[in-house]
């Protein structure tokens, strides 16, 4: 059982930037691929970045590749998304994702959720 725990989030004026962090508990997190998935108002849950168990390995979203950088610490059980140039189009509920299958990460299958932190960016 992994529990997942997201902060970070919060009012944000465009262009700027913002961490989230995802603290898991739980046993062999080094063994679990993460990712981070968004929501944003009326629309289906998406895809934004995952990474594998050792963090060798880093996937985006065309839509946030350049800008957003997922990292891991597999000491502290952390997680974390740094977001640069944020635009509006950003604001969402970012959710934290956890499985030991990287592939039921990316395709927003994970077996673990976080319960998600509202980033919300201003024009």
């Known amino acids: 059982q992994v529990e997942l725990v997201e902060s970070g989030g919060g009012l944000m004026q465009a262009g700027g930037s913002l961490r989230l962090s995802c603290a898991a508990s739980?046993?062999?997190?080094?063994?679990?691929?993460m990712g981070w998935f968004r929501q944003g108002p009326g629309k289906e849950r998406e895809f934004v970045a995952a990474?594998?168990?050792?963090?060798?390995?880093?996937y985006y979203a065309d839509s946030v590749k350049g800008r957003f950088a997922i990292s891991r610490d597999n000491a502290k059980n952390l997680v974390t998304l740094q977001m640069n140039s944020l635009k509006p189009e950003d604001t969402a509920v970012y959710y934290c994702?956890?499985?030991?299958?990287?592939?039921?990460?990316?395709?927003?299958?994970?077996?673990?959720w976080g319960k998600g932190t509202l980033v919300t960016i201003s024009s």
């Open positions: 994702a956890a499985d030991m299958s990287l592939v039921r990460v990316k395709a927003n299958s994970a077996g673990y």
């Open positions: 739980g046993p062999s997190f080094s063994r679990y691929a």
């Open positions: 990474i594998t168990w050792a963090g060798g390995n880093t």
